[in-house]
């Protein structure tokens, strides 16, 4: 079973501003929709809220305190991180990734086992952000410097970490 989290962070450790993405960086939506199908995602309500539908080609659970927040029907709500572990475990062909908000994903600091991370060399205003992980329990499996271009405009690079065995 693997538990990861997935996300893009400028500067800062800035996630985003005003329940959006700060930044437009069309080659880090490609990387997230390549690396999230056919798996699980993991998001809070007001996260699923700004991305405005269920993800395509994926399991979707949205985590909330709300007994029925509006979703599509394709969702599967759960109130509990247990209840999340639990779907995970019985699912462990496919990744569950976490995409966020910043209380999901400090809700599975202790779970998390793989991070995908984009890190955008620039500097934007905002109102989220990551929560502090111990990086010296993970490695870095790969990185792939990003190419900006007349759609990219700032400098990006993607990695992907695995935390270390004990």
Not at 82 to 94: C, I, K, M, R
Not at 121 to 133: E, I, N, Q, V
């Amino acid at each position: 079973m693997t538990i990861a989290f997935m996300w893009a962070e400028a500067k800062d450790h800035v996630i985003g501003a005003a329940g959006q993405l700060p930044w437009h960086l069309p080659a880090d939506m490609q990387h997230f929709k390549t690396v999230t199908q056919q798996q699980i995602v993991v998001m809070g309500r007001r996260t699923y809220a700004s991305i405005g539908k269920a993800l395509p080609n994926r399991t979707n659970i949205v985590l909330s305190h709300q007994a029925k927040p509006t979703v599509a029907p394709s969702v599967l709500v759960m109130h509990q991180r247990q209840e999340v572990l639990t779907y995970a475990h019985a699912h462990p062909q496919q990744e569950t990734i976490v995409i966020g908000g910043a209380q999901i994903f400090s809700l599975f600091k202790t779970d998390v086992t793989k991070l995908y991370v984009t890190r955008i060399h620039a500097k934007f205003s905002g109102d989220t952000y990551m929560p502090a992980l111990d990086w010296t329990t993970f490695t870095r499996q790969w990185q792939q410097v990003g190419q900006v271009d007349e759609k990219n405009h700032y400098p990006y690079v993607f990695e992907c970490y695995q935390r270390k065995s004990i």
